[in-house]
Nanobody
Framework: QVQLVESGGGLVQAGGSLRLSCAAS????????MGWFRQAPGKEREFVATINWSGRSTVYADSVKGRFTISRDNAKNTVYLQMNSLKPEDTAVYYCAADRSVMVHTTSTSYDYWGQGTQVTVSS
């Protein structure tokens, strides 16, 4: 079992930045690929970014490429999402998730554990 707790969400103006953190506890963090997803009101949960166990492989949704950066610190059992140049359409609840696979995946059904989410609101 892996427990995930997100933090760092909040209200920011368009063009601003936020850094989300996801602290993991339980099984060995470095065994898991990690992902960030988001869900806006009335919309389905969508993929944002993922990183493999070593941090050497990352994948981003086209909508955030060049603005968001996913990273991890296995010594701290934490994965991060640095979000720059935020837009109102980035407003959503952001979730981190853990995947026991050695591959990176962009589909939510591939992930085994989920956090409770953190709200990000970008004002125009």
């Amino acid at each position: 079992q892996v427990q995930l707790v997100e933090s760092g969400g909040g209200l920011v103006q368009a063009g601003g930045s936020l850094r989300l953190s996801c602290a993991a506890s339980g099984r060995t963090f470095s065994n898991y690929a990690m992902g960030w997803f988001r869900q806006a009101p009335g919309k389905e949960r969508e993929f944002v970014a993922t990183i493999n166990w070593s941090g050497r492989s990352t994948v981003y949704a086209d909508s955030v490429k060049g603005r968001f950066t996913i990273s991890r610190d296995n010594a701290k059992n934490t994965v991060y999402l640095q979000m720059n140049s935020l837009k109102p359409e980035d407003t959503a609840v952001y979730y981190c998730a853990a995947d026991r696979s050695v591959m990176v995946h962009t589909t939510s059904t591939s992930y085994d554990y989920w956090g409770q989410g953190t709200q990000v609101t970008v004002s125009s």
